[in-house]
C-alpha cells in the first residue's frame, strides 16, 4: 500500500484502479476548524470506473470519527463519518452544464493529471457534515441551560430570587 497523495483521475477512472489510505486528521488543514479534537485517523477508499454512459468515475468511501462542538451545548459531539460518493470526471468547465441532466447523486469535477486525493477526501468530508452539528435533545446538555436562560429572561426578578435563596 503506497501513499499515493497525487493521482491523473480520468487515467485512475479508465483502468479501474483502487487506492486505500489512512491519513491522520491532523492533515487536513480546513477540517481542523470545525473539529474540538483534531486526534484520529480517517480511513478511505476510492476506486476508478466507467459509467453506464461511457463517463469516467471516481467512487470515494470515507471511514472514520470526527469529534465536532455540539453548537447548543458547546460540548464534544462524536460524528461518525460514513461517506460514499460517486464523481464524475469532466474536462472543461463548459461541460459541467451539459452534462447536468438532473442526477443530483453524482457530483462533478475536473479531470486532472494531478489531482490531490486528500484535498478531495477533505472536500467531501466537508460537503457532508451539518452547517450546525446537535446532540439529539434528549442527550444534549444545553437543553436546560436554554431553558434556565429564557426563564430568567421571561422573569426579570428570576435572578434576584436566586439570590434571596441563597
Ligand atoms: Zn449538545
Redesign the pocket.
Known amino acids: 500500500m503506497s501513499e499515493q497523495a497525487v493521482i491523473d483521475n480520468l487515467d485512475f477512472a479508465r483502468n479501474g484502479r483502487v487506492l486505500h489510505g489512512s491519513a491522520p486528521l491532523a492533515g487536513f488543514p480546513r477540517l481542523q476548524d470545525l473539529l474540538l479534537s483534531g486526534q484520529g485517523v480517517l480511513n478511505y477508499t476510492l476506486s476508478g470506473k466507467i459509467g453506464a454512459k461511457g463517463e469516467p468515475l471516481l467512487v470515494c468511501s470515507i471511514d472514520g470519527k470526527l469529534v465536532l462542538q ?6 464534544a ?1 462524536e460524528y461518525p463519518l460514513h461517506i460514499e460518493s460517486q464523481l464524475r470526471l469532466v474536462q472543461g468547465a463548459t461541460q459541467f452544464d451539459e452534462l447536468d441532466d438532473g442526477d443530483e447523486d453524482v457530483d462533478s469535477i475536473s479531470a486532472s493529471a494531478e489531482m490531490d486525493v486528500l484535498a478531495l477526501v477533505e472536500d467531501e468530508i466537508l460537503l457532508s457534515l451539518p452547517i450546525s452539528p ?2 439529539p435533545p434528549e ?4 437543553k436546560g441551560k436554554e431553558a434556565l436562560v429564557n426563564e430568567k429572561r421571561n422573569n426579570p426578578f428570576g435572578v434576584l430570587a436566586t439570590l434571596k435563596v441563597k
Do not use: A, K, N, P
Not at 70 to 75: F, G, N, T, Y
Not at 139 to 142: A, D
Open positions: 455540539c453548537q447548543r451545548c458547546l460540548e459531539l446537535l446532540h442527550l444534549c446538555s444545553g
